[in-house]
């Protein structure tokens, strides 16, 4: 790749930006690991109640979609392609 | 009236509702006033059809019999929208770019439009979707039995086959109605999404009311509720770690490949910008639905009798309560979630079968034959009606078949991971430009067979299909095939046993086929654009239009997408392209286009092989394969475009800045030409004045000076009329006006004839020749070769300076070539001068002897029209010309026309 392709440091707001989709990508991953601690309270005498997963479930729900609404509304689709493509390669790698 | 008619009532009510706001959407699309039919809100709500009758009806069943374990369906699909950057933006991006009709398009698409795939997938989708249907009409035939259970004046219960019967036709009619109103899939179906959206709010609304009358009206609020949870048969949280982390995965890969969510999600979404809303807004509605399903699971296991179905808590709770009104409703919620999932269902299956089986068929066997204008159309429309009802009918007998029992309740999570087979080649196809046709169709195989050897066909338990044996021992008395202990995995929970093989196969032979094939050039082209998709919004056109019809395409666009659109699609393309009339050029850019239009009409494989047809096949040029190459390979591709443009541009500065040059040159020499005619006229018109004056004003001349000064003026008119001549010779001989006269001679007797003209040899002039050399056979215009021979014989005889003036003439033939040397003895001409004696009016030093300098220039002039050339020679101590000239030439009469 072409050394003067992607600068090295960017501008605070593409900063910004850059991160806001870092976190928009790991947010799914987040809310999946959560999503399965109830399974290590088994066996556990105080805590495996469902209740107490139900309400740890359904709390987590909600901060899952405050933080989906928060990230959303300041992600921009049209952010500039490149952002995208670059990060898109990483993604490549990483799936 | 009792509740049971009430209920019909309300029902009939609430379809000619649907089909009003359906057809009201439909028409305010129609006349551009429905902005609002394409806002966020309307996107999220048609996601809703994820909640089908079995999430409707069944979670809380499910919930009954497992705990908390039925969110696990409703956390996929909430993980998959909250991480929608990673997949759907992507997915919906190149959706909307390639114009995708179904999953079952795309992957056929992304792997060089192979309908081979597309006919996989679709066999798949259909075989997984058929018992979901059935599903369906057996939760709204089982609602309604409910009713007429509870209902004592009800005389005869109405049959449940007929009530699945009637259901069935009403669906198919709404589903051919606004299903199948436009062909192209990329124009959104608006009546029916906004119908689901409505349906989407019912049924939230109808379990919301539910919930909350029984947690508050039940109940007694929020604490009892949960004390109540407490004490209940669900209490302790004993879900199994696989099944939980199974079960969410599998409803996130069902949520991304499930045909009908693939067709609202991805096919009938119309902005990136809906996703950003559905992101947050989708899973919030999935945890409402899901909010108040423990609660009545377990006021239902209370309450109700033992043996009671859990699966139709949600109505009965309020029925025995004797709220016939919240029942209603809760019918009603059941319905729209059954009735919406069946209708999107029913779409994207169609479209599927129309355009991958139907199509393809219908067009190989009755070829490019029947040319009407619409008929691809109208046929691809009746392909899709047949195909709507096809596929429900199929649904119903299936219900028939299974009798509505409880083998039905399982087939939600058996059509999971029957869809979720696509889901390899899917994420494969859009993040790993190395996966190939090869691979996919491998995978899809493998996948497919391990899922219906070990969910599919066991789930209609042991001896229906497979029989017992096979069970017990495995196929074949293999141990380690056992369809439930799939090499030797025993004691596994059977959903997960079969996710868990299919999908491991399933990827491994995915990447193992395309680490081993070689995709070919139209799939590397596709699976560059699906890759990147973000950074070649508008790619290279697999077509080269060289031979392509404008006329024969027009034809063929007419038959699939009418007369009208076509033409209009068309003129648009020819007014960018600055072509008047309805006929483009056939462009690359074009053909893509039209590619893509038509794709939106009958799938991408039959697009691309129906104007493969006309065009005579994709051609993949050098640029689209450099356009394949990497990424460096791209900036490298753009930076040498742009080197040639600015190569390009310099070379033609530097033509005009010769031309320029040229021109400037040749003003000069028109003017020095102006001045020396004039020069060369005066000089002897003043002497022809000076004596003519001189015989008419003196009186006494004698007749010696009278005729010494006639004599002058008559040699001053020879010289002036020769001047004249030689001048009026080089025009026609410069505007190439001249008339070659071709004859046919030997060398030796046209230099004879040359010689005598010349004034022959003596007086001090010799000439050598070497006459054996000279027996050369010349076809050209004799006469004019030899004007040249005279013009250089005479100029030797009278600028040779030397005492005696030796003319050597030196005849050569090589190459073809006919070289004759004139070389004297004399000084020669100097070096500076060798560049101007071919020029105009050019003489050497002071000339001792008159002449207007105009006799090189006719040689060269006549040289040059027989083909030949004269320069000088240097280098040969006296002054020397070589008059070359092919020998075998036709001598072009045409150059004289020229």
Known sequence: MSPERTPLFLARRTYRRRRLADAARILPLIGGVLFCLP??????????????????????????????AIISRHLRLDDNERDGTRSEHEETGGT | MTVLNLLILVCLLYVVLLFSVAFAADRAAMMGRGSWLRSSVVYTLSLSIYCTAWTFYGAVGFAA???????????????????????????????????????????????????????????????????????????VTLSFAAFAETDPEAGTLPDMQSTALWVAAGLALFTILFGTRNLDANERHHGVVMAIALEAVVKLFALLAVGVFVVWGLSGGIGPTLDRIETSAIARFEVSGSRWVGLTMLSAMAFLTLPRMFQVLVVENEADEHLRTAAWA???????????????????????????????????????????????????????????????????????????????????????????????????????????????????????????????????LIAFVGVAQFLPALMGGLFWRGATRTGALAGLTLGAAVWLYCLFLPSFGPSAILPQSVFDHGLWGQGWLRPRALFGAEHMDPVIHALMWSLLLNVSAFILGSLLSFPQPIERLQGAQFVNSFDHPSAPGGWSGG?????????????????????????????????????????????????RALAGSVGAATAHAMIGQIVGGAAVSVEDLMAVADETAQIMEYSSQLEAKSQELARTARQLRQANETLTQISVQKDGFLSQISHELRTPMTSIRAFSEILRDTEDLSPDEQSKYATIIHDETVRLTRLLDDLLDLSVLENGQVELNIQTGTLEALLDRSVRAAGGDGDGFRIRRVRANEQVELTTDLDRLAQVFINLISN??????????????????????????????????????????????????????????????ICREIMERLGGEISYLPGQKGAAFRVSLPLTVEYMTAQGAV
């Open chain 2, 796 to 857: 030797a005889r009278k600028y040779c300076d030397a005492k005696p003036a030796i003319l050597n003439i030196r005849v050569t033939v090589s190459d073809g070539q006919l070289v004759v040397d004139f070389v004297d003895n004399g000084r020669g001409i100097p070096t500076d001068k060798h560049a101007v004696i071919f020029e105009k009016f050019s003489r050497i030093g002071q000339t001792r002897v008159s002449g207007a300098g105009l006799g090189l220039a």
């Open chain 2, 65 to 139: 019999r497992s705990g908390l374990e039925f969110v696990t369906i409703y956390l996929g699909p909430t993980l998959v929208m909250v991480g929608w950057w990673w997949t759907l933006r992507r997915l919906v991006r190149v959706g909307r770019s390639q114009r995708i009709t179904s999953i079952a398009d795309l992957i056929s698409s992304r792997y060089g439009k192979s309908n081979l795939l597309a006919v996989l997938v679709t066999v798949l989708a259909v075989v997984a979707t058929t018992p979901y249907i059935a599903l369906q009409l057996q939760s």
């Open chain 2, 547 to 595: 031979m392509a019809q404008s006329e024969d395409l027009l034809i063929m666009a007419q038959r699939i997408m009418g007369a009208r659109e076509a033409q209009a699609l068309f003129s648009a393309v020819a007014a960018r392209q600055g072509v008047a009339g309805y006929l483009p050029e056939p462009s690359p850019d074009f053909l893509q286009e039209l590619e």
């Open chain 1, 39 to 68: 399974l290590l309270w088994k066996g556990s005498p105080t805590s495996d109640s469902t209740v107490q997963s139900l309400i740890y479930v359904f709390g987590l729900w909600v901060v899952l979609i405050l933080a989906s």
């Open chain 2, 282 to 412: 989708f899973p919030a509605y999935l945890m409402l639905m899901s909010l108040f399903v423990v609660p009545i699971a377990v006021v239902g296991l209370d309450m109700m009798p033992a043996g009671a179905n859990p699966d139709l808590f949600v109505l009965t709770l309020p029925l025995m309560e004797g709220r016939d009104g919240l029942a209603i409703l809760s019918f009603l919620g059941g319905f729209s979630s059954a009735t919406s999932m069946v209708i999107v269902a029913a779409i994207a299956l169609s479209t599927m079968v129309s355009n991958h089986v139907v199509m393809p068929l219908w067009l190989h066997y009755s070829g490019m034959a029947a040319v009407v204008s619409g008929d691809v159309r109208t046929v691809a429309l009746m392909a899709r009606r047949l195909s709507i009802g096809g596929v429900l009918f199929l649904g119903y007998v299936y219900f028939r078949m299974s009798g509505g029992g409880t083998a039905l309740a399982a087939i939600g």
